[in-house]
């Protein structure tokens, strides 16, 4: 099971890093933020082979936003939802995908007009997005350390606010839900819903 884990983040990892290198390819300059955040993470899942729900808690989400225009950036995303009691794996996506930014900018910008300089930082951003990837879901554990998991191709929708500490740092709020249906032999359907709060950091 461990080989097929590492498998799926094998996969997922070539497929962000194929797009980052076509989306670099197109127009520059380049803006990235990364993001890491943590909060509450739950799901459900149903099918032939297994039916169930989890509640995690100790959900961890890294994100990395590549921005075309001040007001779209294309986003890499990974989310990991554990057991805290188990330190077991619930959870695992990978995927990449959109954010919209609403308001006239999505990042800071700088412009010089006859000589004079002048620098627009957004303070406070409200955000919408979707991403597409690859998720496995522990539905069937075995004692403490193994499982059986599921592999599922999840969609996943969400709205968020960044509120700005300077012109590199800010907070983030999230809240997201997704659907995945089963595609390896373990076929399920899932529904996630997650809440999560963390910093953004710009480069």
């Known amino acids: 099971m461990r080989k097929r884990l590492n498998l799926l983040i094998f ?3 070539a497929l962000c890093v194929a797009t980052l290198a076509a989306t670099s390819a197109q127009a520059s300059p380049l803006e990235v933020e990364g993001v890491a955040k943590v909060g509450m993470l739950t799901g459900s899942y149903s099918g032939r082979d297994a039916t169930g729900s989890f509640d995690s808690q100790g959900a961890v989400e890294l994100e990395a936003d590549l921005f075309r225009s001040p007001g779209m ?5 990974s989310s990991v939802a554990l057991d805290v009691t188990t330190s077991r794996t619930r959870y695992f996506y990978a995927g990449i995908g959109q954010r919209f930014f609403f308001g006239p900018h999505g990042f800071e910008s700088f412009t010089q007009e006859s000589g004079d300089s002048i620098r627009i930082h957004p303070k406070l951003r409200y955000l919408a997005g979707y991403d597409v990837g690859l998720a496995q879901v522990l539905v069937i554990p075995y004692g403490t ?3 059986a998991y599921a592999t599922t191709g999840d969609i996943n929708a969400l709205l968020g606010a960044r509120y700005s500490f300077d012109h590199s740092m800010s907070m983030d709020a999230t809240l997201g839900a ?3 249906t089963g595609i390896a032999t373990m076929n ?3 529904t996630t819903i997650r809440a999560l ?3 953004v950091y710009g480069f």
């Open 11 to 13: 996969i997922s990892v």
């Open 73 to 77: 950036a294309y986003a890499v995303r």
């Open 145 to 147: 350390v193994l499982g």
């Open 178 to 180: 997704g659907v995945g």
């Open 188 to 190: 399920v359907t899932t």
């Open 197 to 199: 709060l963390g910093f």
